[in-house]
């Protein structure tokens, strides 16, 4: 599901009336958005808007997007819903639901029931099916796309839980510590797994990407384990990088069979994996405007999700620092 880039051709406002031109449905509905926020209130309580000869309205970017992390915070569907509305506002087109993570796997899942019973907070902290059906028409009928994040092999703490094997054993002084880190790359049974999950995701997502994660991957875990020690030498692979480009690009030939496009996080690119062309990079990290030259000059299309971490708070004018410093796009 592939929103079109809205295009509001006229807007006009006069005495005989008001008229928009766009070219989509979803160009018509921005300009109503627009039309709505010209409106202001009169001394006497009545409503006013002022004459309009010619409004011209088309968006700088393609992706204008907002994050969630429903992992880390559950959040219950009616505010997800409220903020789709309060999307709207403001013209914004995707919602990046990163809905999973290490803390809780709240997505509620047909094929493994397990990883939502006993990967979530509790049986309460879901994200029923109809749930998700429900946040993804309600995002389209306001010009929404919902893309789905489902974050490996890192930020998979939770995943473990409902899905023996998944991830990697640590180990210290030869010996299983009780430690696990990530999805373990070398196991029939993790690829299984992971193409029917994502095969039920597609179903579940019809949009066209999926945000596949690949940020914050700790090597450690994967060094201390003598089975992937031994499947490195197998492999003639010496450095951890290599396992992590053996994973990503098995996990993206997985994907491009169920025709999806996708976005990975800018570590992916950092670490010099090769992967293909028409991979979306991510770049969250400060330093953004280096990484940014580079990515594109690197001939990969790139969102910039460096700024307004609204979960950076702290008393006083916080909105000063960040204005000055960075201008988000995509």
């Given at each position: 599901?592939?929103l079109p880039?809205?295009?509001?051709?006229?807007?006009?406002?006069?005495?005989?009336?008001?008229?928009?031109?766009?070219?989509?449905?979803?160009?018509?509905?921005?300009?109503?958005?627009?039309?709505?926020q010209?409106i202001?209130?009169?001394?006497?309580?009545?409503l006013a808007?002022?004459?309009?000869?010619?409004?011209?309205?088309?968006p700088?970017?393609?992706y204008?997007?907002i994050?969630?992390?429903?992992s880390?915070?559950f959040?219950?569907?009616?505010?997800i819903?409220t903020?789709?509305?309060?999307m709207?506002?403001?013209?914004?087109?995707?919602?990046h639901?990163?809905?999973?993570?290490?803390?809780?796997?709240p997505y509620?899942?047909y094929t493994?029931?397990?990883?939502?019973?006993?990967?979530?907070?509790d049986h309460?902290?879901?994200?029923?099916?109809?749930?998700?059906?429900?946040v993804?028409?309600?995002?389209y009928e306001?010009?929404?796309?919902?893309i789905?994040?489902?974050?490996?092999p890192g930020h998979?703490?939770?995943w473990?839980?409902?899905?023996?094997?998944?991830l990697?054993p640590?180990y210290?002084?030869?010996?299983p510590?009780?430690e696990?880190?990530?999805v373990?790359?070398?196991?029939?049974?993790?690829w299984?797994?992971?193409?029917?999950?994502?095969?039920?995701?597609?179903?579940?997502f019809?949009?066209?990407y999926?945000?596949l994660?690949?940020?914050?991957v700790?090597f450690?875990c994967?060094?201390?384990?003598?089975?992937?020690?031994a499947?490195?030498?197998?492999m003639?692979?010496?450095?951890y990088a290599?396992l992590?480009?053996?994973?990503?690009?098995?996990?993206?030939?997985l994907?491009?069979?169920?025709?999806?496009?996708?976005?990975?996080?800018?570590?992916?690119?950092?670490?010099?994996?090769?992967?293909?062309?028409?991979?979306?990079?991510?770049?969250?990290?400060?330093?953004?405007?280096?990484?940014?030259?580079?990515v594109?000059?690197?001939?990969?299309k790139v969102?910039?999700s460096?700024c307004?971490y609204l979960n950076?708070?702290s008393?006083?004018e916080?909105?000063?620092?960040?204005?000055?410093?960075?201008?988000?796009?995509a």
């Amino acid at each position: 599901m592939m929103l079109p880039l809205y295009c509001v051709d006229y807007l006009k406002v006069a005495a005989d009336g008001a008229y928009i031109t766009a070219t989509t449905v979803f160009g018509a509905m921005r300009g109503l958005e627009t039309f709505s926020q010209l409106i202001y209130h009169r001394p006497d309580g009545g409503l006013a808007i002022n004459e309009v000869t010619g409004l011209y309205d088309q968006p700088r970017f393609q992706y204008r997007g907002i994050l969630i992390d429903t992992s880390r915070h559950f959040v219950n569907l009616h505010t997800i819903l409220t903020h789709l509305d309060a999307m709207v506002y403001s013209k914004y087109n995707i919602l990046h639901w990163h809905i999973v993570d290490d803390p809780s796997f709240p997505y509620e899942s047909y094929t493994f029931p397990d990883l939502a019973a006993k990967g979530a907070f509790d049986h309460e902290h879901i994200y029923t099916q109809e749930d998700v059906k429900t946040v993804i028409n309600y995002a389209y009928e306001r010009g929404i796309r919902v893309i789905p994040e489902f974050d490996t092999p890192g930020h998979t703490q939770s995943w473990g839980a409902g899905q023996p094997d998944l991830l990697t054993p640590c180990y210290a002084n030869g010996q299983p510590n009780g430690e696990y880190g990530p999805v373990n790359p070398i196991l029939n049974s993790t690829w299984t797994f992971l193409t029917s999950l994502y095969q039920e995701i597609d179903n579940v997502f019809p949009d066209n990407y999926i945000h596949l994660g690949g940020d914050e991957v700790s090597f450690t875990c994967w060094e201390s384990n003598p089975d992937i020690q031994a499947w490195m030498k197998k492999m003639g692979y010496t450095d951890y990088a290599k396992l992590e480009e053996y994973y990503e690009n098995n996990l993206i030939d997985l994907v491009n069979k169920l025709n999806k496009s996708y976005v990975v996080w800018q570590e992916i690119f950092d670490n010099g994996l090769k992967i293909k062309m028409d991979t979306v990079i991510d770049v969250w990290k400060t330093g953004w405007e280096k990484e940014m030259d580079a990515v594109t000059k690197a001939g990969y299309k790139v969102i910039l999700s460096t700024c307004w971490y609204l979960n950076r708070i702290s008393y006083g004018e916080d909105w000063k620092s960040v204005s000055n410093t960075c201008s988000c796009a995509a």
